[in-house]
Nanobody, 124 residues
Framework: QVQLVESGGTLVQAGTSLRISCAAS????????MGWFRQAPGKEREFVAA????????NYADSVKGRFAISRDNAKNTVYLQMNSLKPEDTAVYYC?????????????????WGQGTQVTVSS
């Protein structure tokens, strides 16, 4: 059982930056591929970014490419999402997820564990 806890979500102004975090419990964090997904009210959950277990490979949704950066610190059992140039359409609950296979995936079904989410609201 892996516990994932997101933090750092808040209300920000468009054009600003924010970093959110996901802390994982357990002994095998370094073996997981980690992903960020988001869900806006009334919309389906969508992929945002993913990083491989070693941190060498990343994958981004087109909507955030060039603005967001995913990273991880395996020593701290933590994955981060640095969000720059935030837009109102980035407003959503952001979820982190763990893929036990250690790959970088965009499909939510590939992830076995999910956090509860952290709210990011971007005002225009």
């Amino acid at each position: 059982q892996v516990q994932l806890v997101e933090s750092g979500g808040t209300l920000v102004q468009a054009g600003t930056s924010l970093r959110i975090s996901c802390a994982a419990s357990g002994n095998t964090f370094s073996m997981y591929g980690m992903g960020w997904f988001r869900q806006a009210p009334g919309k389906e959950r969508e992929f945002v970014a993913a990083v491989s277990r070693g941190g060498a490979s990343t994958n981004y949704a087109d909507s955030v490419k060039g603005r967001f950066a995913i990273s991880r610190d395996n020593a701290k059992n933590t994955v981060y999402l640095q969000m720059n140039s935030l837009k109102p359409e980035d407003t959503a609950v952001y979820y982190c997820a763990a893929d036990l296979h250690g790959a970088v995936r965009a499909l939510g079904a590939a992830y076995e564990y999910w956090g509860q989410g952290t709210q990011v609201t971007v005002s225009s």
